[in-house]
C-alpha cells in the first residue's frame, strides 16, 4: 500500500525555544549514533548485533564423525563433518559428549534407515535431496530406475520416511521439504494405502501436517479408488482405527457443509411438497 503524506501545515503559534534538556538529549543521541557508526550496528538489527556468516569450508574443517546406521548385520558407515551435524538439535546434544582426546567421535543409528540417512546428509550438505522439485512446477526429477506412476508406494515412502526421520532430528525445514515432494508423487490406490499404513504407524496423533492430507486424500476419494483396493482399505481401516474414524470425520464434516449450504442457498423448487393423489 502506498504512504499517505501529509504537508505541514503553518501554525500561527510558535513552538518554545528548545530547553537544554532537549538539547542534552540530542546531544546524547547523537553520540549513541557515533558509538553505533563506530561499532557497525545496524538500527534495524535486533539486539544490535548482527552475527557473521558461516562460510561452508569452516564445515569441512571441523571434525569428521562417524555414524554407525542399521542393525543386526546391516549396518552402513557413514561420515559427515560435525558442524553440519550440529545443526540438528539430536546430533549437537551427541557431539556435545565428544572430547578432544582423539577418541572416537562415532554415533549409532540402530532404528534408521541407510537411504533415508543419505537423503538427510545429502539436504545438510547441498539444501536438497534428490529428486529435486523442478523449478515452478509441481512435478519431480525424473529418475529412469523408478517407474512413472508409484504402483507400490515406495516413493511415497522414501519422502515419507526421510520425513519422520527430519522430526526425530528436529530438522523443521527438511520436515517440509519431503512434504512437499509427497504430494509430487503420482501414485495409485495400493501406493496410497502403503503410505498411509506408514503415516499412522510411525507418526504422532496431533501431527497434522502429514496425517491430515492422508486422511483428506481418502474422504475425497475412496468412493472411486476403494474398488482398486477394497481389501487392503478394509484392512487399513481395521488395523489403524483412527485413520478409519479420521476419514469418516472429514466424510461428515463435508456432508453438513453441504447440508448448511443448501439451506442457505435453496435451489428453485426445492421444496418439500404435498403428495398428488391421483384421481381415477
Known amino acids: 500500500m ?19 534538556d532537549v538539547e542534552m538529549a540530542e546531544g546524547a543521541e547523537g553520540e549513541e549514533g557515533g558509538d553505533n557508526a563506530n561499532n557497525s550496528e545496524l ?14 569450508i569452516s564445515y569441512l574443517t571441523s571434525p569428521v564423525v562417524t ?9 552402513t558407515i557413514l561420515t559427515a563433518h560435525q558442524a553440519l551435524l550440529a545443526q540438528s538439535p539430536y546430533f549437537a546434544e ?16 540402530a532404528s534408521d534407515e541407510t537411504d533415508s540417512v543419505g537423503c538427510f546428509l545429502e539436504y545438510l550438505y547441498t539444501g536438497d535431496y534428490f529428486p529435486k522439485k523442478l523449478p515452478g512446477q509441481r512435478v519431480l526429477e525424473t529418475d529412469p530406475a523408478l517407474p512413472s506412476v508409484d504402483e507400490s508406494g515406495d516413493q511415497l515412502l522414501n519422502h ?4 519422520t526421520l527430519a522430526e526425530k532430528f528436529g530438522v523443521e525445514k ?26 499412522y504407524a510411525y507418526t504422532n496423533k496431533d501431527d497434522t501436517s502429514i496425517r491430515a492430507p492422508v486422511a483428506n486424500f481418502w474422504a475425497t476419494r475412496s ?26 470425520t472429514r466424510v461428515l464434516d463435508e456432508k453438513l457443509k453441504r447440508e448448511s449450504q443448501s439451506r442457505l442457498h435453496p435451489a428453485p423448487g426445492s421444496g418439500r411438497k404435498r403428495p398428488r393423489h391421483s384421481q381415477i
Not at 502506498?2 to 528548545?18: I, K, L, N, R
Not at 555414524?67 to 549396518?75: F, T
Not at 578432544?100 to 562415532?106: A, C, H
Open 2 to 20: 502506498a504512504s499517505e503524506f501529509t504537508e505541514d501545515v503553518p501554525s500561527e503559534e510558535q513552538p518554545a525555544a528548545p530547553t537544554a
Open 94 to 109: 551427541a557431539c556435545a559428549a565428544f572430547s578432544d582426546d582423539g577418541s572416537p567421535r562415532q554415533i549409532e543409528l
Open 223 to 248: 468412493h472411486t479408488l476403494r474398488a482398486e483396493a477394497e481389501e487392503e482399505f478394509r484392512a487399513l481401516c481395521l488395523e489403524y482405527p483412527q485413520f478409519g474414524y479420521d476419514v469418516l
Open 174 to 199: 527438511l520436515k517440509s521439504l519431503a512434504t512437499s515432494k509427497i504430494h509430487c508423487v503420482n501414485s495409485t490406490a495400493k501406493g496410497e494405502i502403503a503410505y498411509a499404513r506408514y503415516v
Open 67 to 75: 555414524m554407525i546406521v542399521g542393525s543386526g548385520g546391516n549396518e
Open 160 to 163: 515419507a520416511r526421510v520425513y
Open 43 to 56: 538500527p534495524y538489527a535486533e539486539g544490535g548485533d548482527v552475527e557473521p556468516r558461516t562460510s561452508f
